[in-house]
């Protein structure tokens, strides 16, 4: 049911939080000590943000498994929709005198509702054993709704630092890593907690010492299968692949010095 999936994801991502705040509070209370040209010694930096965008996602191909048919949909459509989130992370200044770089870690949750679009779609496979081609369609749109959770791996280039802007008074920053993907389709379909990866780039610009406003590009990619059962007791899988961009704004809030 979605109030399973709802409590099954909660459940994990509170446990993921609790991995992250627990890592920020060991990294806050350890300063770094790293001498500036400037003299300036920045601190660890963490970080909390909320944001909100729209997603792109690419078109797939649908995998249709029953009992007699092995089907291929060709070309699904997803529809755009809102992308919302949260991320909790950390900067660590420690590479930024040999590099010029810092180095961070977040863990971002985001949700968003790639729909299948209603339409007629190319179609190639097997019924019952005997090779077929020709089209199939769906009536109307299927809701999707998906969670993703997943740690980055990221690196920042500080501009503009002053002892008013330890952090730098705004930084463009890329990366990435993997994580895992929950979703529903419609009100029966039901996914497994699937691999997910996504890759991030953005820029911060502060508005004052610890708030910042940003801009953010992330794609995401997740392959999952939806297990339906009808009235009758028969089983049929759907297996689809989600290539999502998603462009974000949002705030961020920042604790360190």
């Known amino acids: 049911s979605l109030a399973s999936f709802g409590g099954g994801l909660v459940m994990f991502t509170i446990r993921s939080l609790s991995g992250v705040v627990l890592v920020l509070t060991l990294a806050w209370s350890v300063p770094i000590a790293c001498a500036e040209d400037n003299g ?67 863990l971002d949750v985001t949700n968003y509702q790639p729909d299948v679009k209603a339409g007629r779609f190319q179609a190639n496979g097997t019924l019952n054993g005997i090779p077929i081609i020709g089209t199939a369609s769906r009536s109307s749109n299927m809701d999707v709704n998906a969670t993703i959770v997943a740690t980055n791996l990221l690196l920042r280039l500080p501009l503009y630092v002053s002892a008013e802007f330890p952090q730098g008074r705004l930084y463009p920053y890329l990366g990435g890593g993997p994580g895992v993907q929950k979703s529903s389709f419609g009100s029966d379909g039901k996914s497994d907690y699937d691999l997910a990866l996504q890759a991030v780039a953005g820029m911060h610009v502060f508005l004052a010492k610890r708030v910042s406003l940003f801009a953010e590009y992330k794609f995401t990619h997740s392959t999952q299968t939806f297990g339906f059962t009808s009235s009758t007791g028969a089983t049929q899988d759907e297996r689809y692949t989600f290539n999502v961009s998603h462009v974000v704004g949002g705030l961020a809030v920042h604790f360190g010095n």
């Open 40 to 106: 300036l010694t920045p601190q660890v930096d963490p970080y909390i943000a909320l944001f909100g965008g729209i997603t792109l996602p690419s078109k797939t191909d649908g995998k249709v498994n029953n009992a007699g048919m092995n089907l291929t949909v060709l070309d699904q459509d997803f529809g755009s929709s809102k992308s919302l989130g949260g991320k909790v992370g950390v900067w660590f200044p420690g590479l930024r005198r040999s590099t010029g770089l810092d180095f961070g870690v977040e």
